[in-house]
DNA sequence: GTAAGCCTTGACGCCGACGTCAAGGCAAGG
DNA sequence: CCTTGCCTTGACGTCGGCGTCAAGGCTTAC
């Protein structure tokens, strides 16, 4: 198939695809025209790269499984590398949740604090508008 | 003060500021030599800011607590804009945090499975070294 | 006098993962 | 023949938050 048949199929662009190919993680045979050709196994190793960037990896983290796959293995994460890959990014995440929850509760705390020390409390229920945003003179 | 001082209180740089200036978060006199010159309070709102952007807001996010804090107020978060701010911020960490604890669960069960596929186990214990990146032909 | 250390504006560089445009080639259908 | 719709390469744009020069001015210390 053509590259905008594959872009199809895996639901991205043709600048994505060609994207990948000047990072070296797709190749592709040429027609006599110049036109690039892939066949289900560029399908597969796309899937793969598709499926860690939904995960949020950096497309230098999919190399190994698609390094994997073209040492013919039967699925990326059949290496030790891969795999390697799959320990940090679960390490990478469990430090970010810890971080985001340790702001989420900071910013939480103080969403509480500052709507006690407004005066007509945490929701405006009989006000047509809020008039803060006006400039008040001292 | 000037410029470099007040970089240096509040632990950030001579270009972040101007930059902060740029975007008319932060307002500055100047002598006549045409140097910047802040005061105290410029200093608060610029900590106000430094905050905040700890805490991963946007600079745009920033921006209420700011006018808050220009328009007198005691503190940046008393306004209801800055509340607002707040309070779609904890949706957006809230939902961030979910999205993440789910994508950990998920590299995590790949990471367990692919793990359990490879020959040697979990770690390798009496090999010298993992030959896995080598080819393999066949 | 001159070097050091502040400051000024302006402008380009960086990162990642592409989007978007330009200018053109090739093939099929009417 | 001409349009439509694929494809090609090349190159510049995007976003945020600055970093890093360049070229120059002011002041202070030696």
Same mark, same amino acid.
């Given at each position: 198939? +053509?590259? $905008?048949?594959? %872009?199809?199929?895996?639901?991205?662009?043709t600048r994505t695809l060609r994207y990948y190919e000047s990072r070296g &993680?797709?190749?592709?045979?040429?027609?006599?025209?110049?036109?690039?050709?892939y066949d289900e196994d560029d399908l597969r190793l796309l899937q793969q790269i598709r499926t860690l960037q939904d995960f949020g990896?950096?497309?230098?983290?999919?190399?190994?499984?698609?390094?994997?796959? +073209?040492? $013919?293995?039967? %699925?990326?994460?059949?290496?030790?590398?891969?795999?390697?890959?799959?320990?940090r990014k679960v390490a990478? &995440?469990?430090?970010l949740i810890d971080r985001l929850q340790a702001v989420r509760a900071q910013v939480g705390a103080e969403l509480l604090r500052a709507e006690a020390e407004l005066?007509?409390?945490?929701?405006?229920?009989?006000?047509?508008?809020?008039?803060w945003d006006t400039e008040r003179e001292g």
């Open positions: 198939m +053509r590259i $905008g048949e594959l %872009a199809e199929r895996v639901g991205t662009t &993680l797709l190749t592709a045979r040429r027609t006599e025209q110049g036109y690039r050709t990896f950096d497309l230098e983290e999919t190399r190994p499984f698609v390094d994997c796959l +073209r040492a $013919g293995h039967p %699925a990326g994460d059949s290496c030790p590398a891969s795999i390697a890959v799959y320990r990478e &995440l469990d430090g005066p007509h409390g945490p929701e405006p229920r009989c006000e047509l508008g809020t008039e």
